[in-house]
């Protein structure tokens, strides 16, 4: 698929930005910065960038939460419902800040970001300098009424799905959030939207990974990406009992068999560490000590602000 990714060079090495997996790759020849529209499997082939050695001063991606509320009430959510949800005044400024800093993807998250009217008009503005790339995370709830807002105003959206099977999900996400997900991804998909589904892997879902790749060919998505479950927020309460290792997801995700053309990707919590996020009232924080907790708040005035330090901590 022909999709749009976002470009940058630093110290002489060009890094992509993929909106949909998250990832960033290593470019093999020069590639003018900015949107650039690019065969998601060629970039899928290119080395994944090691930022920690690039040095650079400012994060290459980021998630921003806009909003704290939500539909659902996730056991296993990272989100703290005790930040104040910023206003719709607040949100446009915060969003000026994120369009001037550099930053080469931004993922809008929340609580749930479709519950936003002017989610539309907040990725479009993100992406209003013609540098960033903006994705979408969601629990497809409403995506199915809204995926026709979101063609041309984001370039990724990323649907939680955290079993293979209607049971399983609904578990974790309550009642009926199975079949709206997957109207929603199916709605998504019409729209010619790049979809790309995660899964909080966890002790009680792992046995589905395999089945999970299975449903999102079906589904015509992209790919899958298995999130390690983070100790923060609401998930703290279930990690003792939920949490793998990093050498076990890597373990259980090494043995699946993918199917052709799906793009699969495991984001541990060694990799999740010193990432950048801006949360619903304004202030940005990195994920530290192998993402098991959160520093740095720093309240965002400026583009500047979001530039916090990138130095990995040890985990």
Same mark, same amino acid.
């Given at each position: 698929m022909i999709r749009c990714f976002a470009t940058a060079t630093f110290g002489g090495t060009t890094v992509v930005h993929d909106p949909a997996v998250g990832t960033n790759h290593l470019a093999p020849q020069p590639i003018p910065a900015g949107r650039v529209f690019l065969d998601d499997r060629q970039v899928a082939s290119w080395i994944e960038a090691?930022?920690?050695?690039?040095?650079?001063?400012?994060?290459?991606?980021?998630?921003?939460?806009?909003?704290?509320?939500?539909?659902?009430?996730?056991?296993?959510?990272?989100?703290?419902?005790?930040?104040?949800?910023?206003?719709?005044?607040?949100?446009?400024?915060?969003?000026?800040?994120?369009? =001037?800093?550099?930053?080469?993807?931004?993922?809008?998250?929340?609580?749930?970001?479709?519950? !936003?009217?002017?989610?539309?008009? !907040?990725?479009?503005?993100?992406?209003?300098? =013609?540098?960033?790339?903006?994705?979408?995370?969601?629990?497809?709830?409403?995506?199915?009424?809204?995926?026709?807002?979101?063609?041309?105003?984001?370039?990724?959206?990323?649907?939680?799905?955290?079993?293979?099977?209607?049971?399983?999900?609904?578990?974790?996400?309550?009642?009926?959030?199975?079949?709206?997900?997957?109207?929603?991804?199916?709605?998504?998909?019409?729209?010619?939207?790049?979809?790309?589904?995660?899964?909080?892997?966890?002790?009680?879902?792992?046995?589905?990974?395999?089945?999970?790749?299975?449903?999102?060919?079906?589904?015509?998505?992209?790919?899958?990406?298995?999130?390690?479950?983070l100790p923060i927020g609401d998930g703290a309460a279930v990690a003792d009992e939920q949490m793998l290792t990093d050498d076990q997801a890597r373990a259980a995700i090494d043995a699946l068999t993918v199917p052709d053309g799906l793009r699969v990707r495991l984001r541990t919590r060694g990799s999740a560490d010193g990432f950048t996020v801006l949360r619903a009232d304004g202030y940005a924080y990195r994920n530290t000590g192998g993402a098991t907790r959160i520093s740095a708040f720093n309240p965002v005035t400026g583009p500047q602000d979001l530039h916090l330090p990138t130095v990995r901590s040890s985990s």
């Open positions: 090691e930022l920690a050695k690039l040095q650079l001063t400012a994060p290459v991606s980021m998630c921003w939460s806009p909003i704290v509320r939500c539909n659902l009430a996730c056991p296993q959510c990272l989100d703290d419902r005790s930040v104040r949800e910023s206003t719709a005044d607040e949100r446009r400024s915060l969003v000026d800040h994120i369009a =001037n800093s550099g930053i080469l993807g931004v993922d809008i998250s929340g609580g749930e970001p479709l519950l !936003l009217r002017d989610l539309p008009d !907040l990725a479009r503005a993100t992406c209003s300098h =013609n540098t960033a790339v903006v994705s979408c995370t969601t629990n497809g709830w409403h995506l199915a009424r809204r995926a026709t807002e979101l063609v041309g105003a984001v370039d990724a959206v990323r649907v939680s799905l955290d079993g293979a099977t209607e049971a399983t999900h609904d578990h974790w996400r309550g009642a009926d959030s199975y079949q709206h997900a997957v109207a929603g991804i199916r709605a998504a998909v019409a729209e010619g939207l790049p979809v790309q589904l995660q899964m909080v892997l966890m002790q009680a879902n792992q046995h589905e990974a395999q089945a999970l790749l299975e449903r999102a060919a079906h589904l015509g998505v992209g790919g899958v990406t298995f999130l390690q479950m």
